[in-house]
């Protein structure tokens, strides 16, 4: 089995496990990094690793603790697997880089966690992603104008964190429909 099918797997326990996040938001982030990666020429094995693993550690909190350092905790949790995983040093460093950097409290090193960084937060400007969040936040039992305006909160954070052109782009049109969907 491949590393990234071993990654997905964990990353299909751990959202059972944290009941957060929904694995569909997952499964958008995917999509879009397969697309880059073949767009970029990139690492996909790398690329769709690290989006698995970004989220092993995380709370359906919002912005609690856990939520805020997940990246951080994330990469620390996904090492050992890395390691046990047979990954080599030179790939480990680019996923747990990919995983740290995701927010951008870390700089991105590679092209790999540009694209893993920008896969991640695309998957919150698009209409699908942002009703994906609105129900789960109703899951959550939040009220739905304040389920509304986090949606809208959360695609205004993500867009902001996008930084190739065409993700840029993309996500300026997609963000005027999810306006025009919630007003």
Known sequence: MD????????????????????????????????ELAEKYNEDSRLILTSLYLAHTVFDRIWAGEIQKAHPMLSAEFSKPYLEKWGVSTEEQQIILNSIQAHHNHVETKTKIAEIVKNAECFKFVTVEGSLIWLHELGIRQID????????????????????????????????????????
């Not at 299909?12 to 938001?25: D, G, H, I, S, V």
């Open 3 to 34: 590393i990234v099918e071993k990654a997905r797997e964990l990353m299909y326990e751990q959202t059972q496990k944290n009941k957060a996040p929904a694995w569909r938001l997952t499964e958008l982030a995917i999509e879009k990094g397969k």
């Open 144 to 183: 739905y104008l304040e389920a509304k305006d986090k949606v809208i909160k959360k695609m205004e954070q993500k867009r902001s964190l996008l930084t190739l052109e065409d993700c840029i782009k993309e996500a300026e049109i997609n963000c005027k429909e999810i306006i025009k969907l919630f007003s």
